[in-house]
């Protein structure tokens, strides 16, 4: 099963990560000012992660290919890693589909 990870920046800001149960990071999020709006940010990942069109699947600058997990109002609430090939990212989202809903909370903070 996979876990959100809480962790506190070196700027004090708070953070989580969702690893599978291999303890790979599948999805990353922005730095947060307070741990409430940290844990409502794993809430809208919970949520979001059901529904396909919410995975904004993109290319960097080098042509790596990784994805952005949206919510409704087109906020970025988290980012995968660089993947080598298409098929990896597309193994990313489904992990992050099947992961998100139940994950426990480890809170590191």
């Known amino acids: 099963m996979g876990k959100f990870e809480i962790k506190t920046r070196k700027n004090g800001d708070f953070q989580f990560n969702l690893k599978a149960g291999n303890?790979?990071?599948i999805l990353?999020?922005?730095g947060y000012s307070s741990k409430a709006s940290?844990?409502?940010g794993i809430e809208s990942v919970r949520k979001n992660s059901q529904d396909d069109n919410r995975f904004e699947r993109v290319e960097s600058s080098n042509g790596k290919p990784y994805f952005n997990l949206k919510?409704?109002?087109g906020q970025v609430i988290g980012n995968s890693e660089m993947y080598e090939?298409?098929?990896s990212r597309?193994?990313?989202i489904e992990s992050v589909k099947k992961n998100a809903p139940d994950a426990?909370?480890?809170?590191?903070?």
């Open 38 to 40: 940290c844990e409502n």
């Open 23 to 25: 303890g790979q990071i």
């Open 71 to 73: 919510s409704t109002n």
């Open 104 to 109: 426990t909370i480890d809170d590191q903070s």
């Open 90 to 92: 597309e193994n990313g």
């Open 28 to 30: 990353s999020s922005q």
């Open 85 to 87: 090939s298409v098929a």
